[in-house]
């Protein structure tokens, strides 16, 4: 599995009090191979029910994962976005985010009263991101009908938090821990 080998390899530096990888999949350092994206939208599309209207990703690491499975699955993509358009035309809905990344305002549009949506993310850390989207869909009238990341840090417990907080349940393909010295690959779905 190439995945894997992007994650054994990665580089790992501190991000606030966390630690996080640096890597081809996630950050594009090195270049993303066509071959390991394609894997792991395969993955996710294998994992995943995608009989939804729309699939919803933000726009930092995991656009490029999800678009990739909205080819795949002929499924409409909206990204939430870190700054408005206040269009007034496409149900923008704006949601406080706290991630292990980001803190500050979210930006969704595109999601229509009545949508059935699936979330496409590449990692899931502290949950933060995903409980933001899924308050987005809810408040924009849709429903969550499906949440997949590729990488769970198991660490930071997010997939926990995001079922106790929102009672979504937050399938991933393979759990890692990262600590100062590396990482280190758990399991495989």
């Known amino acids: 599995m190439l995945l894997k080998d992007v994650y054994t390899s990665a580089k790992v530096v501190r991000s606030g009090s ?9 950050d594009q350092l090195p270049a993303l191979r066509p071959k390991v994206l394609w894997e792991a939208a395969l993955a996710v599309v294998k994992a995943g029910n995608f ?6 990703t933000e726009e930092d690491k995991g656009a490029p994962l999800a678009t990739l499975v909205s080819v795949m699955t002929n499924t409409p993509l909206a990204i939430a976005r870190w700054y408005p358009y206040s269009l ?9 985010i706290d991630s292990e990344y980001f803190r500050g305002d979210l930006y969704l549009n595109g999601v229509l009263p009545g949508d059935t949506v699936a979330i496409i993310d590449d990692t899931i850390s502290t949950g933060g991101a995903l409980i933001a989207l899924i308050k987005a869909i ?12 590729v990488v769970e840090k198991v660490e930071s417990r997010g997939v926990e938090r995001v079922l106790n907080e929102t ?7 393979m759990k890692i821990s990262v600590a100062e010295a590396g990482v280190e690959v758990l399991a495989n779905e």
């Open 18 to 26: 966390h630690f996080t990888t640096v890597n081809e999949f996630t």
């Open 51 to 56: 009989t939804v209207d729309k699939i919803v």
């Open 88 to 96: 007034g035309t496409h149900n923008e809905v704006k949601v406080k």
């Open 138 to 149: 809810r408040e924009a009238g849709g429903t969550v009908g499906e949440v997949v990341c």
């Open 167 to 173: 009672g979504i349940v937050v399938k991933t393909i």
